[in-house]
């Protein structure tokens, strides 16, 4: 009787991990107690006679005894378990993996071999990706973990716990799959353009199909207006690949502002087209270099300004063609104000 007290006295001083090692020896001489009282107590049944401490075990009949020794098997065979659509391959080949992923990540050299045991084969089973769900108590605002305990406030997870993502009905499931039916149709109907870059010489033609499934939808471009612009000098046509300034290929002259344009835009450049070069007929619009304001188109040196009777001087510069949008026509404006007073409905 007194091995018993002497154990938890010879383990009490231990600490940290030595006190583990201990707890674990103190199990393992348990387990080896056990085993060698039941190989005594079955010598001692060979034997005759009863074991020391054993119970008393009243005998079987022999009709009993003859069957319990028919049904026992002679020896049982372990096999390994067999899972449906599980598939053998080598243990090396996940630690190859794993040893690859680690050192792309960190940037390792890893051996599997140094690593782990490469020995044998394991069973690998091909699962469908699965929606984590997660759950948030209610009280502490605190998730749960692997138990439907909170660990922060001690709560049973209950129904009034926040699920994320939340459950859906058979209504919200069939507006899902009506969503996802949209977005497969838009993305048909809008299929994208894919560009060949091939340069062969046959003709590259950008197309997609059609909403009804029947004649592809070709791209065409946008209409644009070719513009041409005529010498006054020679009637030659001036090419657009000419570089700046632009000139005539015959005469040589330099594109000016008496050079027609076809069609004609003078309304959308009133102060002469760019890039070109002052006319005979059309000179420019000038403005006044102390009061900003313009002058009347093709005036001479000595023209006094409308607004400060400034006289024009050498100073005075040109203004910078470009695109100006025109003004209303005033008669335009009236009839469509006549037309909204008469579309107007009285209260009486």
């Known amino acids: 009787m007194s091995s018993p007290a002497a154990a938890p006295a010879e383990g009490k001083g231990k600490k940290g991990m030595g006190r583990v090692l201990y707890r674990v020896k103190t199990v393992f001489r348990k387990d080896r107690s056990k085993k060698g009282a039941g190989t005594a107590a079955g010598a001692g049944e060979e034997a005759g006679g009863p074991v020391a401490g ?10 009993a005894a003859a069957a319990a020794a ?9 096999r390994t378990p067999e899972y449906e659509g599980a598939t ?6 996940i630690h190859e993996e794993r040893a690859k992923k680690l050192g792309t990540r960190f940037g390792l050299e890893i051996k599997p071999n140094e690593w782990h045991t490469t020995e044998g084969d394991v069973l690998r089973v091909d699962k469908a990706v699965r929606m984590r769900i997660h759950r948030e108590c209610h009280r502490c605002h605190s998730q749960f973990g692997a138990n439907n305990q909170c660990a922060k406030c001690q709560h049973t997870r ?9 459950k859906r ?20 109907e809008m299929a994208p353009i894919i560009p060949s870059y091939d340069y062969s010489p046959q003709k590259i033609v950008l197309k997609r ?23 006054h000098v020679c009637n030659n046509l001036i090419t657009s690949g000419s570089k700046q300034p632009r000139t005539c290929d015959n005469c040589g002259h330099r594109r000016c502002d008496d050079c027609p344009r076809n069609p004609d835009a003078r309304d959308k450049y009133p102060y002469g087209y760019p890039n070109d070069e002052p006319g005979q007929k059309f000179k420019g619009i ?12 093709n005036v ?19 203004v910078k063609p470009k695109k100006v949008e025109p003004e209303p026509d005033p008669d335009v404006l009236e009839n469509l104000r006549a037309r909204m007073a008469e579309l107007k409905t009285s209260d009486s």
């Open 54 to 63: 054993a119970p008393l075990l009243s005998p079987l009949p022999a009709a």
């Open 70 to 78: 028919a049904t026992t098997p002679a020896a049982v065979v372990r």
């Open 88 to 93: 053998r391959i080598p243990r090396i080949q």
């Open 158 to 166: 209950c129904k009034q716990c926040t699920r994320y993502p939340v």
């Open 169 to 188: 009905d058979e209504a919200g499931r069939q507006a899902n799959r009506e969503r996802r039916e949209a977005l497969i149709q838009k993305h048909k």
């Open 209 to 231: 199909p059609g909403k009804t499934g029947g004649q592809d939808l070709v791209f065409k471009g946008r209409p644009r207006m070719r513009v041409r612009r005529t010498c």
């Open 286 to 297: 000038y403005s006044c270099h102390e009061c900003r304001k313009k002058f009347p188109p």
């Open 300 to 318: 001479g040196d000595g023209a006094e300004c409308p607004n400060c009777s400034h006289k024009k001087c050498a100073q005075c510069q040109r």
